[in-house]
């Protein structure tokens, strides 16, 4: 039996007990955070599919733990399910917590139908979110799609998921796309799958302008590997000229961390990479 305990497991067994306890003072606590958080010229928050692995309790508590309020949801595990009476109990267990969901994804637009498409409008509108991060939507569907985001005045930002992605592997794909339609219909990028892409990811942030709804951050060791994928700031990506160029367009959305490696323990790199961020907005602000 090996008895070894690494400074992962460490972190990580510790982080999933602090997980499960949650105070009146944790809350308090990210509330506080929240408010130092928009002091800083750039939002962060959390994408749910960090914790993919973990329940919404769970969720929750490494949240607070991060002293992060602001959740990008995804219907993973329990954490924002489409089913409107769990969803409900979903929204319920946010508030308690302080916890603002500010956008929902990604979600998924296989059909040219009504039906399908006002589905998940629905979803978002119960949830109070503004912006959907959509991930496949063909551009034959868009202008269906833009009927409903003018009758739901809910953003629809696009996500690019870079080489591999047969209709958006950049943001400025996306935005030839939308440039002439409804100003509600926009970017989410992904700066990891953008920059593999072989898309100047700052640039980018610059071309898309006021199309742009949300941000995944990430970090990589190497442009063209989406397995080199590390904490933010152990990496090569641009981070602070990124977050310049933020605000440099005055975006007004947020910079969700979307960690997808380490899935069973994910805090040490989550930690790691907000502590980082949060440094880089400081020394800015500064």
Request: charge should be negative.
């Amino acid at each position: 039996m090996n008895n070894k305990l690494t400074r992962r497991n460490f972190i990580g067994s510790g982080t999933l007990a602090a997980a499960v306890s949650l105070t009146s003072r944790d809350t308090q606590a990210v509330a506080q955070a929240s408010t130092k958080e928009r002091m800083l010229p750039t939002h962060l928050g959390v994408a749910s599919y960090t914790f993919r692995e973990f329940n919404r309790t769970q969720l929750i508590g490494f949240m607070k733990q991060l002293k992060v309020s602001a959740l990008n949801a995804k219907d993973v595990k329990d954490h924002l399910p489409m089913d409107p009476g769990e969803e409900a109990k979903a929204l319920a267990d946010y508030a308690a917590a302080g916890i603002k969901l500010h956008a929902a994804g990604t979600i998924y637009f296989p059909k040219d139908e009504d039906a399908d498409i006002r589905s998940k409008f629905d979803y978002c509108k119960r949830a109070g979110i503004t912006v959907i991060v959509a991930g496949d939507p063909a551009p034959e569907v868009l202008p269906r799609i833009e009927k409903f985001v003018k009758e739901y005045d809910i953003r629809f930002a696009i996500h690019n998921h870079g080489p591999e992605d047969k209709l958006w592997h950049s943001p400025l794909d996306v935005l030839k796309a939308v440039k002439n339609m409804d100003a509600r219909l926009g970017c989410c990028i992904d700066v990891g799958h953008t920059v593999r892409a072989g898309t100047d990811v700052v640039q980018a942030i610059h071309e898309v302008g006021p199309r742009l709804f949300n941000m995944h951050m990430k970090d990589l060791t190497d442009f063209q590997s989406k397995e080199s994928q590390v904490a933010v700031g152990e990496g090569i990506m641009p981070v602070r000229g990124i977050f310049e160029a933020l605000t440099a367009i005055n975006y007004d959305g947020f910079v969700d961390l979307e960690y997808e490696v380490h899935g069973d323990d994910p805090m040490p790199g989550v930690t790691s990479s907000f502590a980082y961020m949060r440094g880089v907005l400081a020394g800015m602000a500064h």
